[in-house]
Antibody
Framework: QVQLVDSGGGVVQPGRSLRLSCAASGFTFSTYDMHWVRQAPGKGLEWVAIIWYDASNKYYADSVKGRFTISRDNSKGILYLQINSLRAEDTAMYYC???????????????WGQGALVTVSS | EIVMTQSPATLSVSPGERATLSCRASESVSSNLAWYQQKPGQAPRLLIYRASSRATGIPARFSGSGSGTDFTLTISSLQSEDFAVYYCQQFNNWTTFGQGTKLEMK
């Protein structure tokens, strides 16, 4: 069965960096676009980034552009999110999510990881 | 950016009754709309995609309708496990989510 396992969260000081990982199994990872979606405590969902199935394109929400980098290793079935220059407003649960198809500019998410909590605090 | 507005913010319904949740887009999203259910401490779960198609394993009591700017999620006979927060999401132009409707037991 499809499984996405998020890891790498923690408590980080403002200005520092963190890398989140999402290990995928149960499907052909290299044939799906993948996304990161975040949720601040008690708030709604915010799309963060997408990487196409072959890593040929990456797109980001304006709120994270220039500080976040999405990447993937199709040989290992792992999705990454590198977060630099962390700010208090980046405090959130970060979910990886599978897009329904390929080469999309907007998509729905049929499977989600359990989330990795990032807390930015001094 | 397309703004998604859900109403009401909180809906109180008794088990066994029907629940109707609304979602409005600031511009047409065609049928590129999805609904998710989220329970406390859990990741969202896909319920409906392309406005009216049920995701795999979703019970028939969940149905979606609408196109363009106005959409509805209907739960025909509420079960105890259906009390949760529901989000709509447009994916016609990148993607944005509504702010959520909390469905609580009356």
């Amino acid at each position: 069965q499809v499984q996405l396992v998020d890891s790498g969260g923690g408590v980080v000081q403002p200005g520092r960096s963190l890398r989140l990982s999402c290990a995928a199994s149960g499907f052909t990872f290299s044939t799906y676009d993948m996304h990161w979606v975040r949720q601040a405590p008690g708030k709604g969902l915010e799309w963060v980034a997408i990487i196409w199935y072959d890593a040929s394109n990456k797109y980001y929400a304006d709120s994270v552009k220039g500080r976040f980098t999405i990447s993937r290793d199709n040989s290992k079935g792992i999705l990454y999110l590198q977060i630099n220059s962390l700010r208090a407003e980046d405090t959130a649960m970060y979910y990886c999510a599978r897009g329904s198809g390929r080469q999309s500019y907007g998509d729905f998410f049929d499977y989600w990881g359990q989330g990795a909590l990032v807390t930015v605090s001094s | 950016e397309i703004v998604m507005t859900q109403s009401p913010a909180t809906l109180s319904v008794s088990p066994g009754e029907r629940a109707t949740l609304s979602c409005r887009a600031s511009e047409s999203v065609s049928s590129n709309l999805a609904w998710y259910q989220q329970k406390p401490g859990q990741a969202p779960r896909l319920l409906i995609y392309r406005a009216s198609s049920r995701a795999t394993g979703i019970p028939a009591r969940f149905s979606g309708s609408g196109s363009g700017t106005d959409f509805t999620l209907t739960i025909s006979s509420l079960q105890s496990e259906d009390f949760a927060v529901y989000y709509c999401q447009q994916f016609n132009n990148w993607t944005t989510f509504g702010q959520g409707t909390k469905l609580e037991m009356k």
